[in-house]
């Protein structure tokens, strides 16, 4: 996977799209290590056919398109999939904006932010009950890095906005 995100940096670097690393490999940027094989990115629905295309010439092909994610798999079955969250021209754009550099340089590949990772984070535990476990354990270890300050009244929220119930009395303990 180093690879393709090395494929797609360079692309970002050449003007072709920007994309964001979300997911267990996005947590690298915010100081948190997390063993995953996948690759999930985010990237606004006009950068979209720049991706197919890039994907294509690295062997992969689209597998599954769902209201909110595409997913690509690789000639290879070995290689694990990229599934690629689709956000508004907009929405993209505001993410970028508080995005995390990897290397500390400009061009390189970028993260969310704290707060936009946290609300998608939430907004994932809500639509898929079934990897609650999962996410919880990431935003309890994002709240904990310390990498950006989030104040109480910010995750109250994000908590309301885009999460269940509950969620903010379970995870306000783990603000720094």
Request: aromatic content about 6%; some cysteine.
């Amino acid at each position: 996977m180093e690879s393709v995100l090395q494929h797609l940096a360079q692309a970002q670097r050449r003007g072709e799209l920007r994309f964001l690393v979300i997911g267990g490999r996005g947590l690298v940027a915010h100081g948190i290590q997390r063993f995953t094989k996948d690759l999930d990115l985010a990237i606004a629905t006009s950068d979209l056919p720049a991706l197919e295309s890039i994907l294509q010439g690295l062997g992969f092909a689209t597998d599954a398109v769902m209201s909110q994610f595409v997913r690509f798999r690789h000639r290879d079955l070995a290689v694990p999939p990229i599934d690629v969250m689709r956000m508004s021209p907009a929405t993209f754009e505001r993410a970028w904006q508080s995005s995390r550099s990897f290397s500390g340089t400009e061009d390189g590949p970028r993260a969310p932010g704290l707060e936009v990772f946290v609300a998608m984070k939430l907004l994932a535990m809500r639509n898929q009950p079934d990897r609650r476990s999962k996410d919880l354990l990431d935003l309890e270890e994002l709240l904990r890095s310390g990498t950006e300050p989030l104040t109480r009244a910010s995750l109250q929220a994000l908590c309301e906005r885009f999460g269940v119930p509950g969620d903010f009395e379970l995870l306000s303990r783990h603000l720094p």
